[in-house]
């Protein structure tokens, strides 16, 4: 009997690489990668990818065939990405009687934007502006409910590594970081968690897990300096965390990432969920072994932490999302 074919987008993304090498080592599924480059094909197919086909979520003819006898879809898309992603919804929803299950990735707090069923209640300061971002995740659940296939959502704290990838050059020279997090503490996700989690509730199925939301977490929440330890403990050196003022932040990075990490020094990611655990039985990777521990794709945090990075200073990638309207 043919396996399930299982479509994973952003294949070639921190999430993407582990959990197809994770699903290749299981063999339930017959795994296509989608990438939107295919010059990493090879390195998607050594993870153990049965099929690699070009995916572009800017570009409707590239579907089709990447959803040609698909039955499962993990669907996870950058930031800017937010308008192709919404058109992709409404293509899945035309495929009712094909796609049984998508697995989406999005962040804790999406639901609402806030940590009360009230969407116009900030959830830990009155007249604070909900951040677009947040919205931007809301609406990415949404566009999938709407379309109909049963849904499962990952809905996950902000990435252990991901804050850091702006300062790499300064971390591997001169030995130190700068964001305006501070003393403020969030509990951190380890990406490999993430992938370990999208495959259980692919393998378990939407039986058992359509229609349910899940926030992530790592096993205790983090400030800067506490990072800079880890780090500089798994690097071999002393690493230093400098405060920066949220002007300069916004000044760097624009308004619409700016407002998203402000919202991090509320309070409202510092807690630590207990989903991951009722999901896999296993406590979340803590950032010193995410960094220096490898997952099922072969590289470690350590590594991770080098590759590819979407904010670059100077630059607001978010420029053209803030302006989509659903």
């Not at 990952?154 to 300064?170: A, I, S, V």
């Not at 300096?225 to 798994?234: C, F, H, S, V, Y």
């Not at 655990?277 to 979340?284: A, D, E, I, S, V």
């Given at each position: 009997?043919?396996?399930?074919?299982?479509?994973?987008?952003?294949?070639?993304?921190?999430?993407?690489?582990?959990?197809?090498?994770?699903?290749?080592?299981?063999?339930?599924?017959?795994?296509?990668?989608?990438?939107?480059?295919?010059?990493?094909?090879?390195?998607?197919?050594?993870?153990?990818?049965?099929?690699?086909?070009?995916?572009?979520?800017?570009?409707?003819?590239?579907?089709?065939?990447?959803?040609?006898?698909?039955?499962?879809?993990?669907?996870?898309?950058?930031?800017?990405?937010?308008?192709?992603?919404?058109?992709?919804?409404?293509?899945?929803?035309?495929?009712?009687?094909?796609?049984?299950?998508?697995?989406?990735?999005?962040?804790?707090?999406?639901?609402?934007?806030?940590?009360?069923?009230?969407?116009?209640?900030?959830?830990?300061?009155?007249?604070?502006?909900?951040?677009?971002?947040?919205?931007?995740?809301?609406?990415?659940?949404?566009?999938?409910?709407?379309?109909?296939?049963?849904?499962?959502?990952?809905?996950?704290n902000f990435f252990m590594n991901h804050l850091l990838k702006t300062d790499c050059d300064n971390i591997e020279s001169e030995g130190?970081?700068?964001?305006?997090?501070?003393?403020?503490?969030?509990?951190?996700?380890?990406?490999?968690?993430?992938?370990?989690?999208?495959?259980?509730?692919?393998?378990?199925?939407?039986?058992?897990?359509?229609?349910?939301?899940?926030?992530?977490?790592?096993?205790?929440?983090?400030?800067?300096?506490?990072?800079?330890?880890?780090?500089?403990?798994?690097?071999?050196?002393?690493?230093?965390?400098?405060?920066?003022?949220?002007?300069?932040?916004?000044?760097?990075?624009?308004?619409?990432?700016?407002?998203?990490?402000?919202?991090?020094?509320?309070?409202?990611?510092?807690?630590?969920?207990?989903?991951?655990?009722?999901?896999?039985?296993?406590?979340?990777?803590?950032?010193?072994?995410?960094?220096?521990?490898?997952?099922?794709?072969?590289?470690?945090?350590?590594?991770?932490?080098?590759?590819?990075?979407?904010?670059?200073?100077?630059?607001?990638?978010?420029?053209?999302?803030?302006?989509?309207?659903?």
């Amino acid at each position: 009997m043919d396996k399930p074919i299982v479509l994973i987008t952003s294949a070639s993304g921190r999430i993407g690489k582990e959990l197809t090498a994770l699903l290749a080592q299981e063999k339930k599924f017959t795994v296509r990668a989608c990438c939107f480059s295919m010059e990493k094909a090879d390195s998607l197919r050594e993870l153990g990818a049965d099929e690699v086909v070009k995916f572009d979520l800017n570009d409707n003819t590239t579907w089709d065939i990447a959803l040609e006898g698909v039955s499962a879809v993990y669907s996870a898309s950058l930031d800017p990405m937010l308008e192709g992603h919404l058109a992709f919804c409404k293509a899945l929803g035309q495929r009712g009687e094909q796609i049984k299950h998508v697995i989406r990735i999005s962040c804790m707090g999406a639901d609402t934007n806030t940590a009360s069923y009230n969407p116009d209640m900030h959830s830990s300061r009155a007249g604070a502006a909900i951040p677009l971002m947040l919205q931007h995740y809301w609406w990415g659940e949404k566009a999938l409910i709407d379309a109909g296939p049963p849904v499962s959502v990952l809905r996950n704290n902000f990435f252990m590594n991901h804050l850091l990838k702006t300062d790499c050059d300064n971390i591997e020279s001169e030995g130190w970081f700068s964001n305006p997090l501070g003393t403020s503490r969030n509990s951190f996700i380890a990406t490999r968690d993430i992938a370990y989690a999208a495959s259980v509730i692919l393998n378990e199925g939407p039986e058992k897990h359509a229609n349910k939301f899940y926030d992530l977490t790592g096993p205790q929440p983090q400030n800067m300096d506490e990072i800079a330890l880890d780090l500089g403990r798994a690097m071999g050196k002393t690493l230093e965390y400098r405060a920066q003022n949220m002007i300069d932040f916004e000044n760097d990075f624009g308004s619409t990432r700016a407002e998203f990490f402000e919202y991090l020094t509320n309070g409202f990611y510092c807690r630590c969920s207990p989903d991951f655990y009722n999901l896999t039985g296993h406590k979340p990777t803590s950032y010193y072994d995410y960094l220096t521990t490898q997952g099922a794709s072969g590289e470690s945090g350590l590594d991770e932490l080098w590759q590819g990075n979407l904010w670059k200073k100077g630059e607001d990638a978010m420029k053209a999302a803030a302006q989509v309207k659903t």
